[in-house]
């Protein structure tokens, strides 16, 4: 299959240039000024638009049973949803439940992908038990290429592990050369303050913020860098949420940690007061955790892209409808956590970041994309145009302006966080290894073809 794409502005974290894109059976082939197209090419018609890598998504919940429930998409649903919206890859995290070995929970994360995935994929392997059984495992499943662990400091009793567990994983990772990503809340701290508030009689949605204050994200972003730094491992610190954790993970780096951070574009954009909202369904929309902070928050994460401090924007989609929020009336500590986030993820980081001036267009597509290739081992097959890069392109039109609306995106749930928001652009043709999966915006591709990509 040979794809050409003419006409184009070439934009990738380090270079900017008009040129056309030579595709062949899913590789980029050639980039020159006006290639001819071959006789059997398929031409797209890139003028006035950019030409960028596809986005990568590095924090993505699909198959995520969780809090009593399951997440509402599927990799079809999910996968399309990102296509739309410009990701091409997304690394999701197989997460075993207590008693579970690793293999046997990889093995229901594949069976779910498989042959349903629309864009490509990968996962982090989330280690939410430490014992003998479960390093051999975690060995072989590196050697299979599946190079970056997961834990959770938070999630007392369901996926949260203990320090000793932690040093041993971290250990691990150290001797096996391979990534430990990590959500960062103390989860003793968390519990007794859910206690504390719920037995007070504050049970609503508004409570879920102050039951998960920035010093308890804090403690746990310095409690893992400094097992980092005795175990010399290399950390990822996941969906950061605020200027506390964030001056913990910088002081970490000045001491020679190897610490790489990941805001998420709701962390952006949306404040507490969201989830203080009146109507108990209408706040519990948006219960994550971390939670949403105080707007004061914002622009020092806007500034940790500007300056280098922030790596990488992921979206930590984790979709839970109106129905299954409810399960949290009259205790917010049974309100599924999460928010439906992969699709707008990148276009509305162009609208608050690029068209508004505050961040630069290789700065955007290095974090939107480029950055989580080189630190999950995917770069250059992902996260540039370059020869023998895989296929994957955007071709982005700047100047299209639209609203978002859950009744007319994507992903398999009943509300969008930013309904009613304007969005700066679109992704108009979105490629997976040279096939066209997204024209004019929609999904029009071929279901399944995602893989799974070894790293
Ligand atoms: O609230 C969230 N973030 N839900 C998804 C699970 C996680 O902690 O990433
Ligand atoms: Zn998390
Ligand atoms: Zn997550």
Redesign the pocket.
Known sequence: MTLLIKNGEIITADSRYHADVLCEDGTITRIDDDIDPPADAEVIDADGKYVFPGFIDP?T?IH?P?MGTFAKDDYTTGTKAALCGGTTTLIDFVIPGKDEAPKEALETWREQSEGNACSDYTYHMAVTRFDDEVEAQLRDIVDDGLTSFKV?L??KGAFGIDDEELYRTLELAEELDVVVAA?CENAEMVSALQNKLYDAGKTGPEWHEPSRPVEVEAEGTRHICSMAEVTGAEIYI??LSCADALEEAVEAKMRGVNVHVETLIQHLLLDESYAQHEDFVEAAKFV??PPLRAGDNFEVLWAGFENGLIDTLGS?H?PFDTEQKKMGRGDFRKIP??IPSLEDRVRMFYTHGVATGRVDLHRFVEVASTRAAQVFGLFPRKGTIQPGADADIVVFDPDYEGTIRADTHNMNVDYNPFEGMTVRGRCDAVTVRGTVQVRDGEFVGEEGIGKLLKR
């Open positions: 924090h919940h995520l969780f959770f938070a999630y959500h996941v969906h994550m955790s930590d984790a956590n999460g």
